[in-house]
């Protein structure tokens, strides 16, 4: 059974920095990536990241953010700089194993002062 189980999430300042990490049961998928969902909004793509390595970051992330994955681990990580008061939200793992989508169930992000 598929399992993604995100952490790392809390109450950050703004300008401030936070690593979320996405632990796997497996890391064969066909792309991975983070979404986030703040509240009474849509849940929305951040990054993505295909078995080759090409990623796909949204604009407002652009220079911020960074994904990248350990294989021998099977974590997928996000680190999340400089933030800002609306990267606040829910933070979702998703991998697409063999055409089905699977989701982790969030962790938390807070940037306030």
């Known amino acids: 059974q598929v399992q993604l189980v995100e952490s790392g999430g809390g109450l950050v300042q703004p300008g401030g920095s936070l690593r979320l990490s996405c632990a796997a049961s497996i890391f064969s998928f066909n792309a991975m990536g983070w979404y986030r969902q703040a509240p009474g909004k849509q849940r929305d793509l951040v990054v993505t990241?295909?078995?080759?390595?090409?990623?796909n970051y949204a604009d407002s992330v652009k220079g911020r953010f960074s994904i990248s994955r350990d294989n021998a681990k099977n974590t997928l990580y996000l680190q999340m700089n400089n933030l800002k008061p609306e990267d606040t939200a829910v933070y979702y793992c998703?991998?697409?194993?063999?055409?089905?989508?699977?989701w982790g169930k969030g962790t938390l992000v807070t940037v306030s002062s």
């Open positions: 998703h991998a697409i194993f063999y055409g089905v989508d699977y």
């Open positions: 990241i295909t078995k080759g390595g090409s990623t």
